[in-house]
């Protein structure tokens, strides 16, 4: 047996794999998360942007008080961006980028539920701050 033969690595490489499929296939079947439920999480983007030549900045002091849905009960919680609330076990980071923000639902949410909390935002900013502001999907 030689170590350079590649037919002697199939049997070991299966083997190896056996464990990980095994684990994905009890998980599924018992309605357990799998690896990917950890590591991926569904995100849905959104950025709201002004028009051409036209710049958008949210005062920090803002955040709370602009940052927010009206039709959904939020509590701001830790984590990455600029602000970030979590409702219906979906967590939401805004992060205002130079010319925009965005708009990050982590989280088990359908698209176009997110829509309209992002509209939401996009038209309270866009009467806070008497720009014309777009909403664009990035996911």
Same mark, same amino acid.
């Given at each position: 047996?030689?170590?350079?033969?590649? +037919?002697? +690595?199939?049997?070991?490489?299966?083997? !190896?794999a056996?464990?990980?499929v095994s684990f994905?296939?009890?998980?599924?079947?018992r %309605?357990?998360?799998?690896? %990917?439920?950890?590591?991926?999480? &569904?995100?849905?983007?959104?950025?709201?942007?002004?028009?051409p030549?036209? +710049?958008?900045?949210?005062p920090r002091?803002?955040?709370?008080?602009?940052?927010?849905?009206?039709?959904?009960?939020?509590?701001?919680?830790? !984590? +990455?961006?600029?602000h970030?609330?979590?409702m219906?076990d979906v967590?939401?980071?805004?992060?205002? &980028?130079?010319?925009?923000?965005?708009?990050?639902?982590?989280?088990?949410?359908?698209?176009?539920?997110?829509?309209?909390?992002?509209?939401?935002?996009?038209?309270?900013?866009?009467?806070?701050?008497?720009? %014309?502001?777009?909403?664009?999907?990035?996911?």
């Amino acid at each position: 047996m030689d170590a350079q033969d590649p +037919w002697i +690595w199939i049997p070991l490489i299966v083997l !190896g794999a056996i464990p990980i499929v095994s684990f994905a296939l009890y998980a599924r079947l018992r %309605n357990q998360p799998t690896i %990917n439920d950890f590591t991926r999480p &569904e995100c849905v983007e959104f950025a709201i942007r002004p028009d051409p030549g036209e +710049w958008l900045m949210v005062p920090r002091e803002q955040y709370g008080e602009l940052f927010r849905f009206s039709s959904e009960s939020s509590s701001p919680v830790s !984590g +990455w961006g600029d602000h970030r609330i979590c409702m219906r076990d979906v967590e939401v980071a805004f992060a205002q &980028e130079t010319d925009e923000v965005q708009i990050f639902f982590e989280g088990r949410i359908e698209s176009r539920d997110a829509r309209k909390l992002a509209e939401e935002v996009r038209d309270r900013l866009s009467a806070a701050t008497g720009t %014309n502001l777009h909403l664009v999907a990035e996911s």
